[in-house]
């Protein structure tokens, strides 16, 4: 195939995804924009109106949700012997019953779909809770057994948007998260840009930004209508 022959069909396939109507997803988890986030052992977290909390599962399949700053100094939770630091997931969910959620599964495990299901049977989690997870597999699997749940991207979904920019071919882009959750840079790559940024809101999607307290935007978002962020502390 020419090299002509290659750009006209990368200019097809652009503009085929220019030519695609989206509807803005209806849910009532962004309400409150704009809405700060904090994890859920936060000391203010009460007065939040959305919490994060990491949840994992140990090998005689009960969920935790552990703290943000452990969360963060360890990469794998596979098979956990005992339960970690933390706390029950339904322990947690039941105190704060009238927040709304961002459940980030860390386990990738048999059944934790099952688990994570079960732990949001209740038709009142339907809407407030928003689940992300690195693996696609888990959030595949639940969203089949709730798919009432928001959510949120993966890695997969954020490396294929870098993909298709890169063949200048972004808009089109396969996307099926309710929500773009993540950072602008993650271990020096940048993510998220304005580019991408703007292809997300002409798709009419919600973005939620990770964002280290103490470090700042950089130019480009500063001025953007960014109204969902989750200002986290980085581990010591």
Do not use: C
Request: charged fraction near 25%; charge should be positive.
């Amino acid at each position: 195939m020419s090299l002509v022959a290659v750009g006209m069909a990368l200019l097809t396939t652009r503009f085929w995804g220019l030519s695609q109507a989206y509807v803005e997803f209806q849910t009532h988890f962004f309400d409150d924009l704009p809405f700060l986030v904090m994890s859920w052992d936060d000391l203010k977290a009460a007065s939040a109106s959305h919490l994060w909390a990491d949840l994992v599962q140990t090998k005689d399949k009960n969920l935790y949700f552990i703290p943000f700053k452990e969360a963060q100094k360890k990469k794998n939770f596979q098979w956990l012997d005992r339960a970690p630091q933390g706390v029950g997931g339904g322990e947690i969910l039941e105190k704060y019953k009238n927040k709304k959620w961002i459940l980030n599964i860390k386990t990738n495990s048999n059944e934790i779909d099952l688990q994570v299901a079960k732990l949001l049977e209740n038709s009142a989690w339907d809407h407030r809770v928003l689940l992300v997870s690195d693996y696609d597999n888990i959030l595949q699997s639940v969203k089949k057994l709730k798919p009432q749940l928001l959510f949120g991207s993966t890695i997969s979904d954020k490396m294929r948007l870098r993909t298709f920019q890169s063949m200048g071919i972004l808009p089109a882009t396969p996307f099926k998260a309710d929500v773009y959750v993540g950072e602008i840079w993650r271990e020096k790559i940048e993510i998220l840009d304005i580019e991408i940024f703007n292809e997300l809101r002409r798709r009419k999607k919600q973005l939620l930004l990770l964002q280290p307290f103490g470090k700042p935007l950089t130019e480009d978002f500063q001025n953007l209508p960014l109204k969902s962020f989750f200002q986290f502390n980085l581990p010591d």
